[in-house]
Nanobody, 127 residues
Framework: QLHFVESGGGLVQPGGSLRLSCVVS????????IGWFRQAPGKEREGVSC????????NYADSVKGRFTISGDNAKNTVYLQMDNLKPDDAADYYC????????????????????WGQGTLVTVSS
């Protein structure tokens, strides 16, 4: 069974940093991309960043460009999200997901990802 374990969230002040991790297990075929998504109370889940596991191509939401960096370790089936200069608007539950779309890039549309979610990891940004 496809399973995700997200970790690394916590409470930080504005301008602080966190590094999130997501471990993927149970995939019987190679996925092409891993994405990070977040959901704040009362809001829809939105794409934050993604990385194509074959090409290394990455993508970022406009709101996090220049502040977040995604990376992956294919051997460990793990993706990371380094979040710097965090803002209150970044506060949310963060989730990861995989995509099997056979393209060299990755997209931040949740419809491209398998709707299997872990427990998420909570990021709180407050002064």
């Amino acid at each position: 069974q496809l399973h995700f374990v997200e970790s690394g969230g916590g409470l930080v002040q504005p301008g602080g940093s966190l590094r999130l991790s997501c471990v993927v297990s149970g995939s019987t075929v190679n996925y092409h991309a891993i994405g990070w998504f977040r959901q704040a109370p009362g809001k829809e889940r939105e794409g934050v960043s993604c990385i194509n596991t074959r090409s290394g191509s990455t993508n970022y939401a406009d709101s996090v460009k220049g502040r977040f960096t995604i990376s992956g370790d294919n051997a460990k089936n793990t993706v990371y999200l380094q979040m710097d200069n965090l803002k209150p608007d970044d506060a949310a539950d963060y989730y990861c997901a995989v995509s099997y779309v056979p393209v060299g890039l990755c997209v931040l549309d949740v419809s491209h990802y398998l709707e299997v979610w872990g427990q998420g990891t909570l990021v709180t940004v407050s002064s």
